[in-house]
């Protein structure tokens, strides 16, 4: 059953569409991670413009976030505090990102520029996580702590810093940290049509010291109000979010989410990024076949 899809341009098998919501659903309640950074590139492999699937993807993040926050609030894995902090740089770097992409779309490298963040952060961060998650699984120390650790000792003795006390999350650290955090994190959200727990997630765990449930719940909960605002600025801005596509996406992933949260307290936290980290890494080399492939249209310049 096909539908129209008014602002992409294209029509879609609806089916396809409530199918490809449900995984993402599962995958955020499993992992903490909003999703588009899958979803995203594959609504683009399937034909839809990029900015179209990274304006439409945050959209459908934002009740695919509640969803799978909602479920860990009620298991005790959320610190609101640490959230908060995160949220507020989210904000801020949500709203320059958008700024951004109406810059990248006048120039006209936006596409590309959209494809080749996905490479370069999908590539990093899932190797880097595969690797730690299997020293961790063989009983061995992780190699990248010592470096993570001087760089929040350095952050948190700046000037003016004071630290604050997160009591779900287990640790004490000054704000800049996690509000820095937050900054990237909402730029990447604009730039790539992502919550941003593909990166915020491992940097809880390893530059923050956050244990692994509580840093996918308090992700989760800073997601939710990060895409909205994302979503509200793509929509005035950039008129790029096409909600017939982000409906039929979130009639799977609220149930997705939910199953995802249960199904996670019952996975080792360890091996739990190591799948993450494959997934990531998967993504990432197939966009690099389509990044060298050569295209479907040759134009040359005379």
């Not at 695919?64 to 908060?84: E, F, P, Q």
């Not at 990093?124 to 650790?149: C, D, H, V």
């Not at 003795?157 to 704000?175: E, N, S, V, W, Y």
Request: charged share 10%; hydrophobic share 55%.
């Amino acid at each position: 059953m096909e539908i129209y899809l008014p602002i992409a341009g294209i029509s879609v098998n609806l089916f396809l569409m409530i199918g490809l919501g449900a995984i993402v659903g599962f995958l955020s309640g499993l992992f903490g991670v909003g999703g588009g950074f899958l979803l995203t590139p594959l609504l683009m492999m399937i034909g839809i413009p990029p900015a179209i699937a990274a304006a439409s993807t945050v959209n459908q993040l934002v009740a695919t976030s509640v969803s799978g926050a909602y479920a860990h609030k009620r298991m005790g894995h959320v610190d609101v505090k640490l959230g908060i902090v995160v949220l507020l740089g989210g904000i801020v770097g949500g709203t320059l990102g958008v700024l951004g992409v109406r810059l990248l779309r006048e120039v006209g490298v936006l596409d590309i520029v959209i494809k080749l963040l996905y490479v370069g952060a999908l590539g990093t961060i899932g190797s880097f996580m595969l690797y730690e998650g299997i020293m961790a699984l063989q009983g061995k120390p992780r190699q990248g702590n010592g470096l993570w650790i001087k760089v929040r000792d350095t952050v948190c003795k700046l000037p003016l810093q004071t630290q604050m006390d997160f009591k779900t999350a287990g640790i004490k650290i000054c704000p800049a940290l996690p509000f820095g955090l937050g900054v990237a994190v909402g730029i990447l959200s604009a730039l790539m049509g992502v919550g941003g727990g593909f990166l915020m997630v491992p940097a809880l765990i390893y530059v923050l010291g956050v244990p692994t449930v509580v840093a996918i719940g308090t992700d989760l909960f800073q997601i939710v109000f990060t895409t909205m605002n994302v979503t509200f600025m793509q929509a005035v801005t950039n008129h790029t979010v096409d909600v017939i596509l982000t409906m039929l996406l979130l009639v799977g992933s609220v149930i997705g989410a939910q199953w995802g949260a249960r199904y996670c307290q019952k996975v080792q936290p360890d091996r739990i990024r190591i799948l993450l980290a494959i997934l990531i890494f998967l993504i990432a080399m197939v966009l690099v076949v389509d990044l060298v492939k050569q295209p479907e249209l040759l134009v040359s310049i005379g």
